[in-house]
C-alpha cells in the first residue's frame, strides 16, 4: 500500500477535491482508501441508537454490523490521539490511502491551497509537502503545480508521490 495526504487550510477544497479525486483514481484501476482528521468532537453515532447507548455505558468498542457495511468505534477516553500511523495499520489493503488533514505530520503531501481564503502557503515552511493543487500558481520556487481544476493532473501527481506505507507504521 502507497500512502499521499491532502493538507491545506480549512475551506481549501481538500474534500471537494478528494471526492473527485477517488472516482478518477478508480477509473485508473486503483484502489483507495482514505484517513480523514475531524475535530474531536465529531461523532459518528446518534444519541439514542442502540450503539450510542453501549458506549454510554462503558462500553470500550462497539462495533455496528449490517449487510452492506461495518464501523468499529473506539472511546479513547483519557488515551490520546492515535497518530497517523496506528490508524493507517487498522486498514485493509488497498493501492493507496489519501491522508485528509494531518497536516503536522511527516507524510508526502500534496498541499491544496484557495487563494481566496487568505491564508499563507504551507510548501515553504513543510518539507513533507511535494506538490502544490491550487486555483493559483504559488509565487516563487520550484515546487510542481497543478490546478484545482484538473483532477487528472493531480491524480498524476498523487500517483508520482505516493510512497510505500510501511515507513509509517
Given at each position: 500500500?502507497?500512502?499521499?495526504?491532502?493538507a491545506?487550510?480549512?475551506?481549501?477544497?481538500?474534500?471537494?477535491?478528494?471526492?473527485?479525486?477517488?472516482?478518477?483514481l478508480n477509473a485508473r484501476g486503483i484502489g483507495v482508501s482514505t484517513v480523514k482528521h475531524a475535530h474531536h468532537e465529531f461523532d459518528v453515532d446518534r444519541p439514542g441508537k442502540d450503539s450510542w447507548l453501549h458506549r454510554e455505558a462503558g462500553a470500550e468498542q462497539v462495533l455496528v454490523a449490517s449487510a452492506r457495511r461495518w464501523a468499529l468505534m473506539t472511546e479513547l477516553r483519557a488515551a490520546p490521539e492515535p497518530g497517523l500511523g496506528f490508524l493507517l495499520s487498522r486498514l485493509s489493503p488497498v493501492d493507496l490511502?489519501?491522508?485528509?488533514?494531518?497536516?503536522r505530520d511527516r507524510h508526502p503531501k500534496i498541499e491544496v491551497h484557495r487563494a481566496a481564503n487568505g491564508k499563507p502557503w504551507l510548501h515553504p515552511y513543510d518539507p513533507a509537502?511535494?506538490?502544490?493543487?491550487?486555483?493559483?500558481?504559488?509565487?516563487?520556487?520550484?515546487?510542481?503545480?497543478?490546478s484545482l481544476d484538473d483532477t487528472a493532473g493531480v491524480a498524476d501527481l498523487v500517483l508520482r508521490h505516493?510512497?510505500?506505507?510501511?515507513?509509517f507504521r
Open positions: 500500500m502507497r500512502v499521499i495526504g491532502l491545506g487550510w480549512s475551506g481549501a477544497g481538500k474534500t471537494t477535491l478528494l471526492t473527485r479525486l477517488i472516482p478518477c490511502v489519501v491522508v485528509e488533514g494531518f497536516k509537502i511535494r506538490a502544490v493543487a491550487a486555483d493559483a500558481p504559488p509565487q516563487g520556487g520550484d515546487i510542481p503545480f497543478v505516493a510512497v510505500d506505507i510501511e515507513a
